[in-house]
């Protein structure tokens, strides 16, 4: 398998709503921001499946409760918008690999969700399937525990270089990349998370299944403090940006 690395400058959204349909040789990478009053949030006891919301309901503090619920809202926003169902019409089956994918869908896309803190990323896919994953910088985190029980020998060589902000945006962009590549396969996170290489020297991986193909991953840093990774399986694909308001207007339409 061939890894191509990338790191970008930044995630510029873009102001106008991307065409509803396929994107052939794009990723659309979405993102919503908590807030007190979530129009998202607050459509979510009708909009919601029973199992979205049994899910959520599990969950331990409100405020993870709060962000799940108005994350899907938003992620059957986005996704409605490229099939041109409704986002209560749409429904969702689990792969093999329990990942979730459409069902009865007029086109075929990927996706995938993230979230932390207060912030909810939804990556799409056209002709290549996606996973995406954000983490909060926290202050006192023990990165270097959780990376001497979790990096791969190459990455904690390159994490040990590093002093301060640098070592702490290096040891979040390293986690999410795991993560990222782990939610595309569908494993998620499992027990093999040192024996995955994303140090960029020579770094060598295994995909599930053993199928040789491209991984294709980038990384970015947001002003309000997230690291963010995507993976793709396609070699290169242009990537967009856009923000959680473009399709909030959506909430108020009939259904």
């Not at 108005?70 to 169902?85: D, K, Q």
């Not at 999410?176 to 396969?185: G, R, V």
Request: net charge negative; charged share 30%; with cysteine.
């Amino acid at each position: 398998m061939k890894l191509h690395f990338n790191d970008l400058a930044g995630s510029i959204a873009e102001s106008k709503t991307p065409a509803s349909g396929v994107s052939p040789g794009e990723v659309h990478v979405w993102s919503h921001k908590l807030r007190a009053e979530d129009s998202f949030f607050a459509h979510a006891t009708r909009m919601l499946s029973e199992a979205e919301l049994d899910k959520a309901n599990k969950y331990h503090f409100e405020k993870d409760k709060k962000l799940y619920m108005a994350g899907h809202v938003f992620a059957r926003n986005v996704i409605a918008h490229y099939t041109s169902l409704e986002p209560n019409e749409l429904r969702f089956a689990q792969e093999g690999n329990m990942k979730p994918h459409l069902v009865d869908s007029p086109i075929k896309i990927k996706f995938n969700l993230s979230h932390s803190e207060e912030l909810v990323l939804i990556a799409v896919g056209f002709d290549n399937d996606v996973g995406i994953d954000t983490e909060f910088i926290m202050d006192n985190f023990d990165t270097d525990g959780f990376a001497e029980s979790n990096f791969h020998e190459n990455e904690l060589a390159e994490f040990r270089k590093l002093k301060g902000d640098e070592q702490a945006d290096h040891f979040y962009k390293i986690w999410t990349l795991k993560e990222a590549f782990l939610k595309l396969t569908g494993e998620g996170i499992n027990d093999h998370l040192r024996d995955i290489d994303f140090s960029g020297n020579k770094s060598s991986i295994k995909y599930p299944g053993g199928a040789p193909r491209d991984l294709w991953l980038c990384s970015w840093k947001r002003k309000d403090n997230y690291i963010c990774s995507l993976a793709s399986d396609r070699s290169e694909p242009k990537v967009r940006f856009f923000e959680s308001s473009l399709v909030e207007s959506l909430l108020n339409e009939d259904f």
